[in-house]
């Protein structure tokens, strides 16, 4: 069998087991210690936000986004539809109700039309949505400037979820420190990882605090345990802290990497009518590049994404299709929808591409073969 060629899969950039290792000798082995104060200052330094809390995952990350927005039973959230589902449960945990927004065909991300439809809509049915959670999909920036202007025209807050996003930027700004509040994930799966891991940014430094106090238990200021508030075991570990120590001083490495793995796609489908690789309008963003993706056109081509799949997995390649969109999912399609087939459409007929940064020019010539193979 053929050596397994994986679509994003942690890569260590060399001091991450000597922080790791410090962690150790110091003892530091709890929720808490150096190791996480200074990754949350790392994180503040790259992506320019004031604060930052780092937490055990970009799930919980979100949910605490949403805790501290006050959402609660019976509330309406705005939420991109086509995402991973962890963009949408704390939704739920929460009681409150999901209301899915359909993406536009340039960013795949939140269409601005559709978002203000559905307020307009929400208003008019008499109630106003509380807040806005808009994922920037496969590291591309969602449409800033029309999104940030419809939050601010009906007051409702702006949540990112820049999960897929850090190392992105929009008009030279960090995907994340837009909204109110900013999320990443550390995942084995993305851009960086700390094994397992998230962080919450903002510019609130309130916020910020209180999300560390609900992270660990919210325990009240006293000698002994006193709780005034449903609390969470959320934080970051001192060891996942000393990984994404390391992970963080090769990041920009890592989106240069992520970024020529594309441009390989890129040279591989130029001259293909029918086939077109997700890129970023680069007059007003920056990629990083997450997850290649591209779209097959069926008719022009004679395969599907489906096709080109199987071939890949025929070689131990790994390849997948794009996020089913969340209005389509089982769990969620009860829940009211703004839609216009644009992510139902994508889902069909989109691809991730290996991306992984581990890749070598013998994966390389592998995949190169695969795609070749098929198109002939
Ligand atoms: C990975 C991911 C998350 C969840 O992050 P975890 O750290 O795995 O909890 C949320 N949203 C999006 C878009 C993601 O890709």
């Given at each position: 069998?053929?050596?397994?060629?994986?679509?994003?899969?942690?890569?260590?950039?060399?001091?991450?087991d000597?922080?790791?290792?410090e962690?150790?000798?110091?003892?530091?082995i709890?929720?808490?210690?150096?190791?996480?104060?200074?990754?949350?200052?790392?994180?503040?330094n790259?992506?320019?936000?004031?604060?930052?809390?780092?937490?055990s995952?970009?799930?919980?990350?979100?949910?605490?986004?949403?805790i501290?927005?006050?959402i609660?039973?019976?509330?309406?959230?705005?939420?991109?539809?086509?995402?991973?589902?962890?963009?949408?449960?704390?939704?739920?945990?929460q009681?409150a109700?999901?209301?899915?927004?359909?993406?536009e065909?340039?960013?795949?991300?939140?269409?601005?039309?559709?978002?203000?439809?559905?307020?307009?809509?929400?208003?008019?049915?008499?109630?106003?949505p509380?807040?806005?959670?808009?994922?920037?999909?496969?590291?591309?920036?969602?449409?800033?400037?029309?999104i940030?202007?419809i939050?601010?025209?009906?007051?409702?807050?702006l949540?990112?979820?820049a999960?897929?996003?850090?190392?992105?930027t929009?008009?030279g700004?960090?995907?994340?420190?837009?909204?109110?509040?900013?999320?990443f994930?550390?995942?084995?799966?993305?851009?960086?990882?700390?094994?397992?891991?998230?962080?919450?940014?903002?510019?609130?430094?309130?916020?910020?605090?209180?999300?560390?106090?609900?992270?660990?238990?919210?325990?009240?200021?006293?000698?002994?345990?006193?709780?005034?508030?449903?609390?969470?075991?959320y934080?970051?570990?001192?060891?996942?802290?000393?990984?994404?120590?390391?992970?963080?001083?090769?990041?920009?490495?890592?989106v240069?990497?992520?970024?020529?793995?594309?441009?390989?796609?890129?040279s591989?489908?130029q001259?293909?009518?029918?086939?077109?690789?997700?890129?970023?309008?680069?007059?007003?963003?920056?990629?990083?590049?997450w997850?290649?993706?591209?779209?097959?056109d069926?008719?022009?081509?004679?395969?599907?994404?489906?096709?080109?799949?199987?071939?890949f997995?025929e070689?131990?390649?790994?390849?997948?299709?794009?996020w089913?969109?969340?209005?389509?999912?089982?769990?969620?399609?009860?829940?009211?929808?703004?839609?216009?087939?644009?992510?139902?459409?994508?889902?069909?007929?989109?691809?991730?591409l290996?991306?992984?940064?581990n890749?070598?020019?013998?994966?390389l010539?592998?995949?190169e073969?695969?795609?070749?193979?098929?198109?002939?």
């Open positions: 069998m053929n050596k397994k060629i994986w679509l994003s899969s942690p890569n260590m950039g060399g001091k991450e000597i922080y790791v290792k962690a150790f000798d110091t003892n530091w709890a929720p808490l210690g150096p190791h996480v104060n200074n990754l949350e200052q790392d994180i503040c790259y992506t320019g936000s004031e604060h930052c809390a780092a937490l995952s970009g799930t919980s990350a979100i949910h605490l986004a949403l501290l927005l006050g609660k039973e019976g509330d309406e959230v705005l939420c991109s539809s086509f995402t991973f589902s962890a963009t949408a449960n704390p939704i739920v945990y009681k109700t999901p209301i899915f927004i359909d993406s065909c340039e960013t795949w991300n939140m269409s601005p039309l559709l978002l203000e439809e559905a307020i307009k809509d929400r208003i008019n049915l008499g109630k106003k509380k807040a806005i959670l808009l994922v920037h999909l496969y590291g591309i920036a969602a449409k800033m400037d029309e940030m202007e939050s601010s025209k009906y007051d409702i807050p949540i990112e979820d999960a897929e996003a850090l190392g992105s929009y008009k700004k960090a995907l994340g420190t837009f909204g109110v509040m900013g999320v994930s550390f995942n084995g799966n993305k851009i960086i990882t700390t094994s397992g891991g998230g962080a919450l940014i903002s510019d609130n430094e309130e916020r910020i605090q209180k999300a560390r106090f609900l992270a660990t238990q919210a325990r009240d200021n006293a000698p002994h345990y006193q709780h005034s508030q449903i609390g969470y075991n934080r970051m570990s001192n060891i996942c802290a000393g990984i994404g120590r390391g992970q963080m001083e090769i990041l920009n490495d890592r240069s990497q992520k970024r020529s793995i594309r441009s390989f796609y890129e591989i489908f001259d293909i009518d029918g086939i077109k690789v997700l890129k970023e309008d680069s007059n007003v963003s920056f990629s990083n590049a997850l290649s993706c591209m779209t097959i069926k008719e022009i081509i004679g395969f599907d994404r489906e096709a080109l799949r199987l071939a997995e070689d131990n390649i790994e390849a997948r299709p794009l089913k969109p969340m209005h389509l999912q089982p769990i969620f399609e009860k829940y009211p929808s703004y839609i216009d087939g644009t992510s139902e459409k994508l889902f069909e007929i989109g691809l991730c290996p991306s992984d940064t890749i070598d020019d013998d994966d010539i592998r995949i073969k695969v795609i070749k193979n098929k198109l002939v």
